[in-house]
Nanobody, 118 residues
Framework: QEQLVEAGGGSVQAGGSLTLSCTTSGSMLRFLVMGWYRQAPGKRREWVARSFRSGGTNYADSVEGRFTISRDNARNTVYLQMDSLKPEDTAVYYC????????????WGQGTQVIVSS
């Protein structure tokens, strides 16, 4: 099956930056949407950002202005640039590839840990 592999997680101080990457085993263009989600300890998984195959992007209010999602279709990779990190950004970040509506399905990566300390 198609696989998504995240990388770039780590530990940083508040106010610092990290860039995550997610690489698909096949063509990333098979997905209608590439997205980033995160799950903090004891919390439910939440949506963070998404990048549409057509070029558009959306962000959760909590990260708007601080995070930037981008993609390199030739490298089958989507990125999440995270600036001005806050302790509340601490979570496991997951990459998601969605084939589209009508229950076409989606693929998840294994996740990468991000820890932001004060």
């Amino acid at each position: 099956q198609e696989q998504l592999v995240e990388a770039g997680g780590g530990s940083v101080q508040a106010g610092g930056s990290l860039t995550l990457s997610c690489t698909t085993s096949g063509s990333m263009l098979r997905f209608l949407v590439m997205g980033w989600y995160r799950q903090a300890p004891g919390k439910r998984r939440e949506w963070v950002a998404r990048s549409f195959r057509s070029g558009g992007t959306n962000y959760a209010d909590s990260v708007e202005g601080r995070f930037t999602i981008s993609r390199d279709n030739a490298r089958n990779t989507v990125y999440l640039q995270m600036d001005s990190l806050k302790p509340e950004d601490t979570a496991v970040y997951y990459c998601n590839g969605d084939y589209g509506p009508f229950d076409k399905g989606a693929v998840w990566g294994q996740g990468t840990q991000v820890i932001v300390s004060s």
